[in-house]
């Protein structure tokens, strides 16, 4: 990805192409869909629908599960723009191409973003089955979107992580969660690059840093996200548990059939979560 003022030009050029396919007022909260998560799109009424492959700087995903369309409409009285699909570092992308569909998410004037994902569960503590509100992350990939020259206009060069799971939206899933009927727990989220899932030793050790979860997603879209000064929050669907904690070979096969049997609960949550949302 381009850098300095040539990434300044790229987001103009990406927010410039959703402006024309979509003139009307941008939603305040973007949504991010996970591996087999992507059914909740369909729940936006009055939806305007605009291909990744029609927006300069937007990758195009290669993986199962992942649409790749950003679909702009409302879920109750609440305006969202969602990704149907992400891109993930292990498909070939430049870290910093993940930054770029963020950013012009916040130049077309999103102030929230939510994460959702598909993960591994590193105890018995998480099964199958289990969502997860992220309080925190632990960025285990050795990789960071934001390396490189920065653009103190979008973000500075050094921030603060303390609070990157903003603590309101955090306690409006958890009342979301409550009023829904919706079992959640929260924990930690680690990110690993993948694309194998992780060998019983490495689950082992990731356990013993204090994580709770593991995928291969949503850190670098948090990173960019509280660099440019949104708010984030983020919710974790575990369809497995990690390797050695069951019997059985990992799949991405898996993966999608324990969030489809899931997604009702998701749906659920998520549609009482952007119901209570204002702006």
């Known amino acids: 990805m381009a850098k300095g003022a040539d990434q300044a030009q790229e987001i103009a050029r990406g927010a410039a192409a959703i402006r024309k ?34 927006i300069p ?13 950003l679909r702009i409409g409302t879920v109750g009285q609440t305006a969202l723009a969602c990704l149907q699909g992400r891109f993930h570092a292990y498909e070939g992308h430049a870290p910093a191409a993940l930054a770029l569909p963020i950013r012009i998410l916040k130049a077309l004037g999103a ?12 105890s018995h503590e998480f099964p199958a089955g289990t969502l997860m509100i992220v309080e925190d992350h632990i960025n285990f990939s050795g990789q ?65 840093l204090g994580a709770d979860a593991v995928g291969m997603s949503t850190v670098p879209e948090c990173l960019a996200a509280v660099h440019c000064g949104m708010k984030v929050a983020a ?7 990690g390797a050695g904690l069951a019997p059985g070979a990992l799949s991405h096969d898996e993966t999608l059939s324990e969030a489809s049997k899931a997604y009702a609960q998701v749906e659920r949550l ?10």
Request: proline residues 6%; aromatic residues 10%.
């Open 111 to 122: 102030e929230r973003l939510i994460l959702t994902n598909a993960a591994g569960g590193l």
């Open 21 to 54: 396919a979509y003139p009307g007022a941008f939603p305040k909260t973007a949504l991010i869909l996970g591996s087999g998560l992507g059914a909740f799109a369909d729940k936006l009424q009055n939806a305007a629908d605009i291909s990744y492959g029609d």
């Open 270 to 279: 998520l549609v009482t979560f952007f119901a209570a949302l204002e702006g």
């Open 235 to 241: 919710l974790s669907l575990i369809t497995n548990l």
């Open 57 to 69: 700087g937007f990758p195009v995903p290669g993986v199962a599960g992942h649409a790749g369309r």
């Open 144 to 208: 960071n979107p934001l390396i490189g020259p920065n653009d103190d206009s979008i973000g500075p060069r050094f921030f603060d992580m303390t609070d990157a799971y903003d603590a309101g939206l955090r306690a409006g899933l958890q009342a979301a969660a409550d009023k829904s009927g919706v079992a959640v727990k929260t924990g930690v989220y680690i990110y690993c690059l993948g694309p194998n899932f992780e060998t019983q030793a490495e689950v082992r050790m990731l356990a013993g």
